[in-house]
């Protein structure tokens, strides 16, 4: 019997937060592989070498490139959401990926709508614990915040319970 393989997609910020705190290891380690459209490389190394996420999409073969085929799709997206994100949900679409990565709330919206599933960074950090790939949570959260990552208190509540972690306010 053959496995069928999952193809994952992911979107900008994740990559970028991921490198900002030298953890995109873990997207290698939890998935193998991982797609992005074009639009989210040049969102990525259109900063320069020294941008977060640039050394990883340049020397990263389980990092891959691949562009979209429906252009039209991709218009009818951005009434609603960025060039990035509807690169993604197109991208999920012609590859016909299970898992979309992607922090965007009206993103993670309407790729769900159109049937994905959908995880975040912080889903994917505990998803790594899970896994036993990392030990902790908490101090790769609280350098996510450092970094410049935005949670409320609620979700960091709710991170930390998902991860069996103990908060203190």
């Known amino acids: 019997m053959t496995s069928v393989k999952n193809i994952i ?18 997207l290698k ?13 040049q969102e990525i190394i ?10 990883e999409i340049e020397n990263k073969q389980w990092i891959k490139t691949k ?6 799709a991709k ?5 609603d959401i960025d060039d990035g994100e509807a690169e993604v949900i197109v991208l ?13 709330r009206l993103g993670r919206k309407v ?12 889903r994917l950090l505990i998803a790594a614990k ?3 790939i990392i030990t902790e949570v908490k101090p790769l959260v609280e350098r996510l915040k450092e970094v410049g990552f935005w949670i409320s208190e609620d979700v960091y509540k709710d991170t930390l319970a998902r991860s069996n972690e103990a908060y203190k306010g």
Not at 9 to 26: C, E, G, Q
Not at 67 to 72: A, D, K, P, V, Y
Not at 93 to 101: D, F, G, P, T, V
């Open 130 to 132: 899970e896994k036993g």
């Open 67 to 72: 562009n979209i085929e429906n252009e039209l």
């Open 75 to 79: 218009k009818c997206l951005l009434t």
């Open 29 to 41: 380690k939890l998935f193998g592989e991982i797609f992005i459209p074009d639009s989210v490389k």
């Open 111 to 122: 790729a769900r709508l159109r049937g994905f599933h959908v995880v975040g960074t912080l």
């Open 9 to 26: 997609v992911a979107n900008t910020s994740p990559i970028i937060y991921l490198s900002a705190i030298n953890k995109t290891d873990l």
């Open 92 to 104: 999920a679409e012609e590859l016909r990926a299970k898992i979309i990565i992607m922090d965007d």
């Open 46 to 55: 259109s900063g320069g070498k020294d941008t977060f996420g640039f050394r």
